[in-house]
Structure formats: C-alpha cells, structure tokens
C-alpha cells in the first residue's frame, strides 16, 4: 500500500503542474446551415492557421476509467472506446461526472446501444465506433489517417479533444494489468513540454497522463481485425452539430 502511495506521489512530481484547462464554452464552435453537415472544423491535415501554438495548451476534459468501480471483470475490460468517447461527450456538453455509478451506467448505455447496432461492442475499429457516436450522440466525426504531432495540436488548439486507438501493449502504461490490453484508446487533451496530456481510461490513475510524442506516435494502431500493431495510425475527431 505505501509502495503505491510513493509511487503516485513521485509520478506527480515528474507529470509536474497541468496547463490551465480550457472549457468548452471558451471556444466558438462553427454552427454549419442546413445540409452543411453540421460544425465546419478544416481537416486536420489542411491546418493551415499562421499563429505560433504555445509551448503547453489543455482542455477540461473530465475523467473516467473504464471500471469506474475498479471492477475489472471482463466486460469492463472492453469498454475502453466507449470510455473514450464518453469523456470527450461530457466535456461537449460541459458536463462532470457526479460519481461511478453515473459513469457505469452511461458506459453501458452506449455498450448497450453497440451491441443493438452493429452485433458486438469489443474491439471496435476507429471507423465503426465514429458510426455509433453519429448514431447514438448526432456527432459528425473527422477519421484522419497518417496523423502528425501538428495535426493533433491544430485540433486541441482548435477545442477537439483527440481519441486515439492504439496497441496497448505498445502504449505499455505501468498500471495496465500484464500483459496488456492487444487494443486500446486514449483521450489526448494537451499538451506540455515533449508530451501529450492524455486521458488514459484503461487505469483508475490514467487521468492527466503524460506520454511523450513518440511514444503516442510509435503506438498508435487501428484494430487491424486484431493484427493491432499493424493497423494503420488515425485519430478521431468529434464535432457537434
């Protein structure tokens, strides 16, 4: 028990202090007309704004893990992209979560709503979780493949939280249960010194994690149908409409 409590402190102190977090209602979000398909965001890799990003930058993304109860049976060992998309849901509706047991209950709405629609909820790929996030929430969703650091940053800089799937086994974060998940995804909301700020739901200490740049880079893999750290790199972006 102490040997944790060490451990966390001193992970606090190398994460260091968190950029000041940027609410959604500090952004503008372009409202499209009829038939626009909802809010404008340029594709990611068509940024082309001359300001100079600044070296840190953070969104008040609220956190959860996949087992809000630290109950890791195996359904809550497959929730992570639901996990995933419902932080960055909370956060466009300016939302908190009050407790675990709202945080459960909404991810097994939207695992509910998987299974009603597309048969399975385990390992879902970038592109058929994007079409249960349209379906279920009204989201358009920007799949970008070949991603860069740049990209990334436009878009949080932007006010979009950036999902990434990723091979877990990659991404190797301490508290992943050995040997980790072949699957996984990542909320990143910013960014600081050589490091992306992430929330990361596949551990009840994921909130604010920081992993470097290269280590997103190196481990970010579609599902693949299961060949994960062959998949291609993309993340995912939300827009409201």
């Not at 966390?8 to 503008?28: K, N, S, T, V």
């Not at 359904?75 to 466009?92: I, K, S, T």
């Not at 910013?190 to 200490?205: E, N, Q, R, Y």
Request: hydrophobic share 35%; proline share 7%; glycine share 8%.
């Amino acid at each position: 028990m102490y040997r944790v409590k060490i451990r966390l402190i001193a992970e606090d102190i190398i994460r260091g202090p968190m950029p000041e977090a940027q609410a959604p209602e500090d952004f503008i979000y372009n409202q499209g007309g009829e038939g626009s398909g909802g809010n404008v965001l340029p594709n990611a890799l068509t940024l082309t704004k001359e300001e100079e990003l600044p070296d840190s930058f953070n969104l008040d993304v609220p956190f959860t893990s996949q087992s809000p109860f630290k109950k890791w049976d195996e359904a809550h060992q497959e929730l992570c992209e639901e996990a995933a998309a419902l932080m960055v849901h909370y956060f466009f509706e300016g939302k908190k979560f009050s407790g675990p047991a709202e945080a459960d209950e909404e991810l097994f709405k939207l695992r509910d709503f998987q299974i009603e629609t597309i048969g399975f909820y385990e390992s879902t790929s970038a592109e058929e979780l994007a079409g249960v996030i349209d379906e279920y929430w009204g989201y358009d969703v920007d799949l970008i493949y070949d991603f860069s650091i740049e990209n990334v940053k436009r878009a949080l800089y932007e006010g979009y939280p950036v999902i990434v799937p990723t091979a877990g086994r990659i991404l190797d974060n301490p508290y992943f249960r050995d040997p980790g998940p072949v699957y996984h995804m990542i909320v990143i909301k910013g960014w600081k010194g050589d490091s992306f700020i992430t929330h990361d739901p596949g551990t009840g200490h994921g909130a604010d994690w920081v992993y470097t740049y290269d280590h997103v880079m190196n481990s970010a893999h579609d599902y693949n149908a299961g060949d994960t750290e062959n998949g291609p790199r993309v993340i995912m972006i939300l827009k409201p409409r």
